[in-house]
Structure formats: C-alpha cells, structure tokens
C-alpha cells in the first residue's frame, strides 16, 4: 500500500469483504481535503459503487483484485477504480443503476475498457481554498 498525503493508492481482492475496506481508505484520505461532509460521502459512496461493480463484473468467480487510486489533479479530486478482468454484463433491466448514481454524485465519470481491465475515474472539483 502506497499513500502520501496528496495521493492514496492501494489493492484489494475483489470480493464483496473489501467493499468496507476500501470506503474506509479512502475516507481517511479524503478527510485531509477541504471537502464537505455531504461532498466527502458522495465521493466514497460513487467509488463503492465502481468497487462494486469491478467485484460483481469483472471476475466471474476467478480471484482478482481492484485497484483504488484518489489524487489531487490542478483543481479536481480524482478517484480512480480499476480491475483487470473481462467484464460480461448481463441484460437484467433490475440491474445497472451504479453509472447513473456515479454521475449523480460526481461532476464527471469516464469509464475505459480494455483487454487489459476496466477503469472508473471519478472526478470532482475540489473548493477553493482560503
């Protein structure tokens, strides 16, 4: 685990356990930004639901880990959530609300897959400073 006070990056098995974990690092690591309560929530809940789906999607029973990556980039926090398995969404129409929840919570969200694994950035602008 690496973690600096500007950046936190860390792994986890990709199972449901880890969800809490994860929530928990990043929190820690967010509570040294100026972000506010309802802001600072908002960011770990959209990261868990990127977790989530990493966890769910990506390895179909096969062990595998997610990688969780906050930083401050100019003015913006960004939260990364990868994974390096093969995603196979099924077309269950009760599923599929973590995207819309992730933008509802964040100013931006960008999702990129390849053969290589499947990477969430969450974006949000940070406060100015006083």
Known sequence: ?????????????????????????????????CLDRDRLDDVVLAAGEAAGNAIEHAYRGDSGSVRLRAFVENVSLV?????????????DPERGRGLGIMRALVDHVSIESTRAGTSVRLEVKLPERR
């Open 1 to 33: 685990m690496k973690k600096h006070e500007r950046e936190i990056d860390v792994a986890f098995p990709a199972r449901p356990e880890s969800s809490p974990e994860l929530r928990r690092e990043l929190r820690r690591f967010l509570e040294n930004l």
């Open 79 to 91: 939260v990364e959530v990868c994974d390096s398995g093969r995603w196979r969404l099924e077309g």
